[in-house]
């Protein structure tokens, strides 16, 4: 038994590792024409590239490992069966189960490596690798810039715009703090960017546009103003085109800093997931209830029910002469009070419309948000036990098939992975779009997945053919 269990391994680890590195090739090859419009024509050096294929490498073993250990099954008990022999085997008293016992027990430590390499060594390789494709990109100057989204990353600059195609952006927003004492705003509607040759100054050429200044608050011996004596003197001018330059030190595109996307739920392990859910819950749960209590606090039932009664008879009196000068009965206003009423209800109906679809946008994205954090935390689980799963649907197709090699093995292997890719990324897709949990979008190819593992184990173990299982029933209608 022993040296059947050896010769197994030794079977198996052969087509392991071709499949492995072929089916890695393949991805990394993927990826490639994926970011070639940002590699090309840049000027990189060697190890650069070679840091950026290593990182990928590692990151990419998820979507590598599943298929190689498809493959390989396939190809292992194919050649088996081609060569008789797996017959030899069986008619010796073996059954498929006890054959197959010492890949089981190597596919099982290949599964529970993968989950600590996946949970340990996959977010730094993701966090390296994402880091080094920052810096690359940077030569196109809109890389950095998010549409729809403020990007702080240029100190004392707070930057958005609507969209951008290489150098040209359109609907930006500038607000500059380099000097403390203004406060400058300039809005435009379209814009050029331009970098100087040595990368230290970003210049913008906007068009059509307007530029807001206020200074800091001081004091003024001004009687006219109000309660408070202090005010911002401001000052508002238009452009039709105009030129704005921008200092980018401190934000040399040379090598970036990992703690830009070190929050990214790609680059966090189990344990750091979970604890960042439990944190990012508490801070939603206290933004819908500061939500809720403003919303009550500017009603006027939940104010009378807040109500709290004057301490005194003094004060008492005193309240009731102010309610006195502010009750208002509706046969004493006049028409023309009664419009400016229904505007001022009107204009409040619309702010707490406004209030209320914000807070509905503010809940579609903290769903999405701690989503995507659930769905990476079920995705480093879930892809352990479909590398067993697919290990159990492989061999026993090697065994019915019972050809070997890379001719029928890799078309019919193409095929199921294919099927396994599609349910992973409509899984993927469900749970982004809300119609499935993340738990299930991640668990369910697993799940569909294992049925059909355990009726080919069955067919193969009993020489039956897969597409003539009614025996099976049959016999349970019998014992019946």
């Known amino acids: 038994m022993k040296k059947l269990s050896i010769f197994s391994i030794k079977s198996f680890a052969g087509p392991l590792v071709a ?25 990189l050096d060697t190890w650069i590239v070679l840091e950026l294929l290593f990182y990928v490498s590692a990151s990419l073993l998820p979507l590598a490992l599943p298929l190689a250990i498809l493959l390989a099954s396939i190809i292992t008990v194919g050649n088996l069966g081609e060569k008789n022999e797996l017959t030899a085997l069986k008619s010796s008293g073996l059954s ?5 016992r010492p890949l089981t027990y190597v596919v099982v430590l290949i599964a529970i490596g ?26 196109k100057l809109t890389a950095f810039l998010k549409p729809g989204s403020y990007i702080n990353e240029i100190e004392g600059y707070s930057i958005k715009i609507n ?14 703090h380099t000097d403390k004492k203004v406060l400058k705003t300039i809005t435009a509607e379209s814009g050029e960017l331009f970098k100087s040759k040595e990368g230290d ?14 200074l800091a608050h001081f004091r003024s011996n001004n009687k006219a103003v109000k309660k408070s004596d202090t005010y911002r003197p401001a000052r508002k001018s238009t452009f039709q085109s105009a030129a704005y330059k921008m200092s980018l030190e401190g934000f040399q595109m040379n090598k970036t800093e990992d703690d830009l996307f070190k929050n990214e739920y790609e680059m966090l392990n189990v344990f750091q997931i979970n604890t960042l859910i439990d944190s990012l819950q508490q801070d939603y749960k206290g933004v819908s209830e500061n939500f809720l209590r403003t919303v009550k606090n500017d009603h006027g039932y939940f104010q009378a029910v807040n109500f709290e009664p004057p301490k005194s008879v003094e004060d008492d009196k005193d309240l009731i002469d102010t309610l006195k000068n502010e009750v208002v009965y509706l046969d004493s206003i006049s028409e023309s009070q009664l ?29 999405n948000n701690l989503n ?16 067993i799963i697919l290990f159990f649907i492989g061999a026993p197709l090697g065994a019915i098939v019972k050809k070997g090699g890379f001719g029928a093995p890799v078309v019919i292997a193409a095929l199921l992975f294919m099927v396994y890719f599609v349910l992973i990324s409509l899984g993927d897709g469900m749970v982004k779009s809300g119609v499935l949990t993340p738990f299930l979008g991640m668990w369910g190819p697993s799940f569909v997945l294992a049925p059909f593992a355990i009726i080919l184990m069955y067919s193969a173990a ?8 009614g025996g099976i029933f049959s016999k349970f209608k019998k014992k019946k």
């Open 372 to 387: 995507r954090f659930q769905t990476e935390f079920h995705r480093k689980f879930s892809l352990s036990f479909t590398i």
């Open 163 to 176: 969209s951008g195609d290489e150098n040209k952006i359109k609907g930006i927003t500038i607000h500059d």
């Open 339 to 367: 419009i400016i009423a229904l505007n001022q209800a009107h204009d409040k109906l619309l702010k707490k419309q406004r209030q209320l679809t914000g807070q509905l946008d503010f809940e579609a994205a903290r769903m």
């Open 114 to 139: 993968t989950f600590y390499f996946s949970n340990y060594v996959i977010p730094v390789a993701n966090l390296k690798w994402h880091s080094i494709i920052w810096d690359i990109q940077q030569t």
């Open 201 to 214: 100054i970003l210049f913008l050429k906007l068009e059509n546009g307007e530029v807001i200044e206020e």
């Open 19 to 43: 499949t492995f590195f072929i089916s890695m090739f393949m991805l990394v090859m993927q990826f490639l024409w994926k970011y070639i419009d940002d590699l090309m024509g840049k000027g």
């Open 96 to 100: 498929l189960y006890r054959i197959l």
């Open 462 to 469: 009993n020489d039956r053919s897969v597409l003539k299982l």
